[in-house]
T-cell receptor
Framework: AQTVTQSQPEMSVQEAETVTLSCTYD???????LFWYKQPPSRQMILVIR??????QNATENRFSVNFQKAAKSFSLKISDSQLGDAAMYFC?????????????FGKGTKLSVKP | ETGVTQTPRHLVMGMTNKKSLKCEQH?????MYWYKQSAKKPLELMFV???????ENNSVPSRFSPECPNSSHLFLHLHTLQPEDSALYLC???????????FGPGTRLTVL
């Protein structure tokens, strides 16, 4: 069975600085997708970024980028120029390539605080 | 807002009560999901509906009963719940060929 591990329950970053959130996963599959979701306090969870396992190039979305290390099964999220609105729970998630769109396996999350 | 709404936002119920959670989306998606988010635990997929047919049930206790009358609405009927069922219940929707991008705000359920 696949597992997703986020080893940092909480992280803190100064506004305008850069922070990296860690995620590792375990799978025997070669075809899969990885995601980062953001859940602000009392607000809806949104998809931040996704990575296809077959792509070597790291995904980027504005200030958000990932460091995808397939051999190491590592999928970290880097947030550049952190803003107060980035404060949230961040969840790393895995989905099999052949699985349904919603059958995601989530990590326990990392709570990110942004200091002004 | 993501276009997925859930009601009620908060619910307190006794173990003998029967209640229902409602989820609605008007995004034209054909798949809907129920997830359970408990404190200190990863999100757990409960049910998946595609084209109004249940396609996955991750061994959820029978005290949770889903219903999908059409592609825009999804219900979760609750009866004789246990205190450990207290959690945030999230609904989500997607198109078959897209990633799971749209979650509702959740219903915060407390079972006394």
């Amino acid at each position: 069975a696949q597992t997703v591990t986020q080893s940092q329950p909480e992280m803190s970053v100064q506004e305008a600085e850069t922070v990296t959130l860690s995620c590792t996963y375990d799978t025997s599959e070669s075809d899969y997708y990885l995601f980062w979701y953001k859940q602000p306090p009392s607000r809806q969870m949104i998809l931040v970024i996704r990575q296809e396992a077959y792509k070597q190039q790291n995904a980027t979305e504005n200030r958000f980028s990932v460091n995808f290390q397939k051999a190491a099964k590592s999928f970290s999220l880097k947030i550049s120029d952190s803003q107060l609105g980035d404060a949230a729970m961040y969840f790393c998630a895995y989905r099999s390539g052949g699985g349904s769109q919603g059958n995601l396996i989530f990590g326990k999350g990392t709570k990110l605080s942004v200091k002004p | 807002e993501t276009g997925v709404t859930q009601t009620p936002r908060h619910l307190v119920m006794g173990m003998t009560n029967k209640k229902s959670l409602k989820c609605e989306q008007h995004l034209g998606h054909n798949a809907m999901y129920w997830y359970k988010q408990s404190a200190k635990k990863p999100l757990e997929l409960m049910f998946v509906y595609s084209l109004e047919e249940r396609v996955e049930n991750n061994s959820v206790p029978s005290r949770f009963s889903p219903e999908c009358p059409n592609s825009s609405h999804l219900f979760l009927h609750l009866h004789t719940l246990q205190p450990e069922d207290s959690a945030l219940y999230l609904c989500a929707s997607s198109q078959d060929i897209g990633e799971l991008r749209f979650f509702g705000p959740g219903t915060r359920l407390t079972v006394l």
